[in-house]
């Protein structure tokens, strides 16, 4: 929706639990609105709010993403041109996780080939539009392929994927679209933000990033419903 100020607005799902977000178990926490700086600035550290440190960042100032103020909400962005990412340290324990819950909040700018994150163990490219398709391998030792979820990438929306020993989905706005009930759990010890495989910038997300959340385990109805209302009224 575009507002009467012109700003860009998103209706991302209200949920009825007044719970507030989940704590237990937090591994990542990137909000766009902790980032600081002026509207254009280059993002070398986006900070993380989990309590961890496990910030993510980008040495290389030609890769390093913007902050774009008042877009959503009229709240901040971190903008990727499709040539920019950040990597992340080894947020989950790779080599002892045993299940993850991811949430991003994003909005692609384009339809062409990119990656949005690489989380996966499995050893080749995600990608988040791929023509009719998505490839993602977050939180497992295998990559799935499925088709485009039911709103465009090219509108606002909260894209979620969980992952444990025998299951594997893939939400948009709270909703199933994906599932798998065959996996195997592995996460990668290097994972990246806004490409599509570490150290390659070659398919890299081109759009907006205004939140991400990182669990260690698949969340409950209960903690879901509460990750989504505290997004939704943002």
Known sequence: DIGVTGVQTCALPIYSSAA???ATGLRLWLKADSVGGVDGSTVATWSDQSGLNNAAQQPTTGSQPVMAANVLNGRPVVRFSGSQWLNLPDVMNAASA????????A???TTDTMGLSNFGAYNNYNYYINGGNVYESFGSTVRYQ??????????????NVSSKAGEWVARQNGRAFYTSASNTVGFRTNPVLGTCYPGD???AFKGDIAEVLLYDHVLTDTEREAVGRYLGIK
């Open 20 to 22: 507030g977000l989940p």
């Open 107 to 109: 909005k692609s700018a």
């Open 201 to 203: 910038g070659s398919y």
């Open 98 to 105: 045993m299940a993850g819950e991811m949430y991003i909040v």
């Open 146 to 159: 499925f088709g485009l979820p039911p709103q465009p990438q090219t509108d606002w929306h909260l894209y």
